[in-house]
């Protein structure tokens, strides 16, 4: 297993709440399902890494400051993250108040990670302003349709649902940001990654309280399964 993964695990998966009612069926999904995922992909980020670290020029932080701000920018944040709200009926609303106050705190923090990716562009000259961005293609165009799609969907299978996609993308996003801040030295790149480090370990920490402490029964437990299995197969191309 790799250092980074081993880390990761051992300061924010293993750790458990005594009493915790899903933690088991949250333990048995990580060593089943999860690490499989989460090892292929840090493989593939610190392969991607190394790619870009060979390259003579700075186009990649260019590119990927474009595909993070086409990910993460303020329209597609507010129309993912409100579905995710809206999953949520009136009558259930007292059950789930946890649940709703992570998810509002989420929009926010999703909102501010797009100007991350914008402070790359301006402060390497790229753009002028952010709005520039609007009239860039790259900045706007999200390459995984079917992930925001189903998204979308999770309101149409169970509130619980999308604590798969907090749980297992969140952490990817975790291991993700290790491995830049690990191996790249720009100072941008490193801000970029480093002011999005703990939020995105907050959405690490919702997807893992709502396992931990909400799906204790096969009723809610095979929603998040259903999804989780979605994410890795037609998502991640994992078998």
Known sequence: MHPILEE???KWVWPTMPGAPGAEFRLHLTKEKCLKGWEISLQRTLGEIEEELGREDEVWKKERALRGYA????HMSIKQMSGQLLSVDIADQERYIDLQRMRARQIWDECKHSKLHADVLLG????KNERELMDIAQANAQPL?????MSMMFPHIH???RAAQNYYQEANACIGIMAYLDRVDDPLVRHEHLSQRDEELMHFMEGKFQIDFLCATAET????EDALDYLLHQVGGIR
Do not use: C, R, T
Not at 145 to 149: E, T
């Open 8 to 10: 990761f695990l051992d």
């Open 71 to 74: 990910a993460e920018g303020v």
């Open 124 to 127: 390497k000259g790229w753009i």
């Open 145 to 149: 349709p079917a992930y925001f799609g």
């Open 159 to 161: 509130p619980l649902a």
């Open 221 to 224: 437990q095979k929603p998040v």
